[in-house]
């Protein structure tokens, strides 16, 4: 990270600087000079008036001009302003433009890969999990429809703001820098969702990664896309963290693709119920993770003879004919969000090149 910021300085005495333009009152205007002018990303936006900016840079404890970071592929200089334009236009409120600010300084973290992440040719983007007391108040969804629909304003703005700097700030544009075969939703709108923290058993994400529970965190991802999966035909727990294992194990999976399983993680959300349901068999989250990572394997044989060959050319095979999904069960990861219907869950599939990163939200 790139910061030259003095948190609890005042942020008010610095001019903003960037280049203003005029549109017309009508408010199609901003949108359709978004799509001529290439910086808008197919959605409706906000105007970024100086008041807007102005009221989220008064969010933080940091000048207009400080620097968040460089964002790659272009390697673009991330200013507090440039990020508060973006997120004003994307309808992020004062309060949740630090968790755009925390989320910026987790995808550049060197572990997460953002370059690489940015210009390949496969979907994947980072995806949000926010952690913390402030998840009613400024609308990140933990509960029905968490991952779209929801419509809170948290979720709705924030990973969408942070799409917006990636592409204006960084320079990820579609066919040029970016090389991605098909893209995703998300990489419009955003992907930003909490974690229902009352509804689990277990630690939270942010705990699990050493923060409080007090403490706003939010943490990125490198997903490539949403995989749901259901079962109502399972009661032994254990049975049903089998099949879970056995589901997000999938043979085209991109860990498969990777000539080692070490990288990368694998992000299961699951609904209350059946967390509910797993804690009493596995108290202890390690011991639910190692038991599902015991399973998270495919036979070589399940693979055509050519296919086979370059497994066991990438040294992917163990002695028992057994391809490890990953190396390690800390490459497993469990959310608890979503509704309270007992029978459906989600996968976040790993990319393989990138690692989950966090960051402490900081206020003004």
């Not at 207009?64 to 272009?74: G, S, T």
């Not at 038991?291 to 044989?301: E, R, V």
């Not at 004919?321 to 219907?341: D, I, P």
Request: with cysteine; glycine share 10%; hydrophobic share 40%.
């Amino acid at each position: 990270m790139l910061s030259t910021r003095t948190p609890g300085s005042s942020n008010v005495s610095a001019p903003l600087v960037s280049s203003q333009i005029e549109v017309d009152d009508d408010p199609l205007a901003l949108y359709e000079l978004s799509l001529r002018e290439g910086w808008g990303d197919g959605l409706p936006l906000l105007p970024a008036t100086q008041i807007r900016v102005a009221e989220l840079i008064a969010a933080t404890p940091w000048q207009p001009d400080d620097v968040i970071c460089k964002i790659p592929p272009r390697n673009g200089m991330a200013t507090v302003e440039k990020a508060a334009i973006n997120a004003a236009m994307a309808g992020v409120e004062p309060a949740a433009f630090p968790y755009v600010i925390a989320a910026l300084e987790a995808i550049t973290q060197h572990d997460f890969n953002l370059f690489a992440l940015s210009t390949t040719t496969s979907s994947v983007m980072p995806m949000f999990v926010v952690n913390g007391p402030a998840r009613d108040e400024l609308g990140f969804d933990y509960g029905a429809g968490c991952m779209g629909g929801a419509a809170g304003r948290g979720s709705s703005t924030v990973g969408r703001a942070v799409q917006l700097c990636m592409r204006n700030i960084g320079g990820q544009k579609v066919g040029l820098t970016s090389k991605s075969v098909f893209g995703q939703p998300g990489r419009s709108s955003g992907v930003c969702f909490g974690e229902w923290e009352e509804r689990s058993p277990w630690p939270s994400l942010a705990e699990q990664r050493g923060f409080s529970r007090a403490e706003e965190i939010i943490s990125a991802h490198g997903g490539k896309g949403a995989f749901p999966f259901a079962d109502v035909n399972t009661e032994n727990e254990r049975d049903l963290l089998y099949l879970i294992a056995k589901t997000i194990s999938f043979p085209m999976a991109n860990k498969f693709l990777e000539p080692t399983a070490a990288n990368g993680e694998v992000v299961v959300l699951l609904n209350p119920a059946w967390a509910q349901r797993f804690g009493r068999e596995f108290p202890d989250i390690a011991d639910a993770i190692e038991f599902t990572h015991s399973h998270c394997w495919i036979h070589i044989d399940f693979w055509p003879e050519p296919n086979q060959r370059i497994l066991y050319e990438k040294n992917r095979v163990d002695g028992k004919g057994r391809v490890w999904l990953n190396e390690r069960a800390s490459q497993l990861v469990f959310v608890v969000c979503g509704g309270l219907g007992n029978l459906h869950a989600i996968c976040l599939p790993s990319w393989g090149a990138s690692t989950i990163q966090s960051a402490k939200v900081v206020r003004g």
